[in-house]
């Protein structure tokens, strides 16, 4: 197999994960952060617990005593990070989201220095300086210098890159397969979000799918089954096939197809978006650019 049809798992879930930020927006206007976000990690239990049981071989003792761990994890990369992110979605635009969100290489190996002890080279600290300033341009927009300031959607998103890098720093410690990890952690998110779920539509947000019209029905169900199990699914796929930190490097295109989405759906994009998402890219693939050489040298 080429080295290319060996990325295509990868490059397919960048743009699944993109279609979330993309089409969440219109679901979030009407049924809110927390509905939307217990019922996409419902739908995709119909999607990840099948893909678990028929593709993985597992260990239930491992899986039992992992149970505290998952939880943290749901905590932290589902329910929280999630919920982040689609709060923010409602001040905030898809693709400032997505090239904030694609600093997350960045802070993970700003993590990883301390937590797992992986050495930061010369060129990866110049790439976190870089994909910082690329953010700050995305952040400002052009904004006069006496009028800058940090909108509640942005400070939103950058604490739920913080929280998705805690997510990652724990990771390497779960040792139940990867596609059965996600299921667990998706079916605990579910149950954490079920009494949010009661509270917010009797109390803050009644009748909230009662505004959900047709077409908004198919972006809740394509959210928990393409961005959220499809996702994933080939993401644990392109790990197996060319290493997880050749994959993460990916991550680098979910700005760029948020990109394209919003232009094909009428939306727009301005030119801090470009200028910033850019540097975005290249300080993150400066970031990832000497492991994923050489973990390809070792495939």
Do not use: C
Not at 166 to 178: F, G, H, N
Request: neutral net charge.
């Amino acid at each position: 197999m080429s080295d290319f049809k060996r990325t295509i798992p990868a490059i397919v879930a960048m743009a699944m994960w993109a279609t979330n930020f993309v089409f969440s927006q219109a679901v979030i206007a009407d049924v809110g952060a927390i509905q939307l976000t217990g019922a996409r990690w419902m739908i995709s239990l119909v999607a990840l617990v099948p893909l678990a049981l028929l593709l993985e071989k597992r260990d239930w003792g491992t899986v039992r005593r992992e149970i505290p761990l998952q939880l943290v994890q749901s905590l932290l990369g589902y329910v929280g990070y999630t919920l982040l992110l689609y709060s923010a979605l409602q001040s905030t635009s898809p693709v400032t989201a997505a090239v904030l969100v694609a600093l997350n290489p960045a802070t993970i190996a700003i993590a990883a220095q301390f937590v797992l002890k992986d050495r930061l080279t010369r060129l990866a600290v110049i790439g976190i300086v870089v994909s910082f300033v690329g953010a700050v341009i995305v952040v400002i927009g052009g904004q006069p210098l006496d009028g800058i300031h940090l909108g509640a959607g942005d400070g939103l998103i950058l604490v739920a890159t913080i929280l998705w890098t805690i997510y990652s720093m724990i990771a390497p410690r779960v040792e139940t397969p990867p596609i059965t990890s996600t299921a667990i952690q998706a079916g605990l998110a579910s149950l954490i979000m079920i009494p949010l779920m009661l509270l917010d539509e009797i109390v803050l947000n009644p009748g909230s799918w009662t505004t959900v019209e047709g077409v908004e029905w198919w972006g809740v169900l394509w959210i928990g089954l393409i961005p959220s199990a499809g996702a994933y699914f080939l993401w644990n796929i392109s790990s197996e096939w060319i290493g997880p930190t050749r994959t993460g490097a990916f991550l680098n295109l979910i700005p760029v197809f948020t990109a394209v989405f919003v232009v094909l759906l009428g939306g727009s994009v301005t030119v801090w978006h470009l200028v910033g998402g850019a540097l975005v890219l290249l300080g993150v693939s400066l970031t990832e650019r000497r492991s994923a050489v050489a973990e390809q040298r070792l495939a």
